[in-house]
């Protein structure tokens, strides 16, 4: 069951909605994997801090935020990643770093790469790391109304 705030706005909003079950995985590409979900379709959550206030930077599972493209989206003078600490206590019905996307729940703006898109469907993690909820972009982009831009690049790999 997704967390019970997120629940309760999709049932609120008559969305539609999938929940995936998967074994524990931490990463986005092993809960791709383990979820049988192509990487590209699984967005992940990267909490980052914009001149000082919590932000959403929602990219495909595969990539990484670029903070560059990022404060260049956002105009922002400052842009990092945000620590645990800083966010862990607003999203108490969440596993810390399973938060879905949906910042508008507890007032955080979220920005979101244009990769996510292409796809009809979007999936991302319920508030637990054994759960995803995959529902209809068109759906997810009208609730939570997110600002759109290109702000990831591809992962590294580590080594190379």
């Not at 759960?131 to 080594?159: C, H, I, Q």
Request: glycine share 6%; with cysteine.
């Amino acid at each position: 069951m997704p967390a019970s705030k997120l629940q309760a706005f999709l049932d609120e909003h008559d969305v539609r909605y999938d929940t995936i079950h998967h074994p524990q995985s931490f990463t986005a590409q092993e809960i791709a994997a383990s979820a049988h979900i192509p990487g590209r379709e699984l967005a992940k959550t990267v909490m980052v801090k914009l001149d000082g206030r919590l932000a959403m930077a929602v990219v495909p599972a595969p990539d990484q935020v670029s903070l560059m493209r990022l404060k260049e989206m956002t105009g922002a003078h400052t842009v990092a990643l945000a620590a645990e600490e800083d966010f862990r206590d607003l999203f108490v019905s969440c596993e810390t770093g399973a938060m879905p996307p949906f910042g508008n729940l507890w007032d955080v703006p979220v920005f979101v790469d244009r990769k996510l898109e292409e796809d009809e469907s979007i999936a991302f993690n319920g508030g637990s790391h054994t759960e995803l909820v995959r529902l209809a972009w068109a759906d997810y982009r009208r609730l939570v109304e997110p600002e759109v831009g290109e702000l990831s690049g591809k992962a590294r790999r580590r080594g190379h």
